[in-house]
């Protein structure tokens, strides 16, 4: 019984092993064969893909697409945007403890560095003069819309965090610098 079993499995391993190598004038069967995984089409490094467009850059968003969850802001990068946000923008957060915490940590991560933990502009790179002139939040008019407006674009020296923040958090860092601009006020 048991030269029988061993005879079968040799016969067994001996019959798979030849179906792999068919007729060499016949290639073996492949699956998937309309796409390239079993010959990838190589590209140089820097060299134009005929897969875009551009060559190298990927294809932009469709125009007038935004991304899940979003709201497109409208007001324009310009003096008059910027007048315009001070004056009609408002925050559709409410005002809690919550976003106070958040805003504090984001305010922390992105704003502190330069206007300061108080918002009295003497941050650490106006202590280390690498940067000057930066403003303290108790001396500029300034409302929720043109803080908003202010992080989406930036102004003067500081640039836009539009990239870094989302929507709810750019608001949540309005409120925080709301509270510091009342706390430098009293």
């Not at 590209?43 to 497109?72: C, D, H, W």
């Not at 007048?83 to 923008?89: H, W």
């Not at 020296?157 to 601009?181: C, D, F, P, T």
Request: charged letters at 25%; proline letters at 4%; one cysteine or more.
């Amino acid at each position: 019984m048991k030269q029988t079993l061993n005879i079968i499995t040799i016969v067994v391993l001996v019959i798979s092993l030849s179906s792999c190598y068919g007729d060499k004038r016949k290639p073996n069967a492949r699956y998937m064969a309309s796409t390239d995984m079993y010959a990838p089409v190589g590209y140089e490094t820097y060299a134009k893909n005929p897969n875009f467009k551009n060559g190298l850059e990927a294809q932009a968003p469709v125009e007038g697409t935004i991304f899940r969850g979003e709201v497109p802001y409208e007001i324009p990068n310009t003096e008059d945007g910027y007048v315009l946000a001070k004056e009609t923008l408002k925050s559709p957060l409410e005002i809690n403890e919550k976003n106070l915490s958040k805003g504090k940590e984001l305010y922390t991560i992105y704003c502190a560095v330069c206007h300061g933990n108080k918002g009295d502009g003497q941050g650490i790179l106006v202590k280390r003069e690498k940067f000057l002139g930066i403003p303290n939040y108790k001396d500029r008019e300034i409302t929720e819309g043109s803080i908003y407006h202010v992080i989406m674009y930036g102004r003067n020296m500081m640039g836009s965090h539009a990239s870094q923040l989302k929507n709810n958090e750019r608001w949540q860092i309005v409120q925080y610098v709301e509270e510091l601009r009342a706390n430098l006020l009293q």
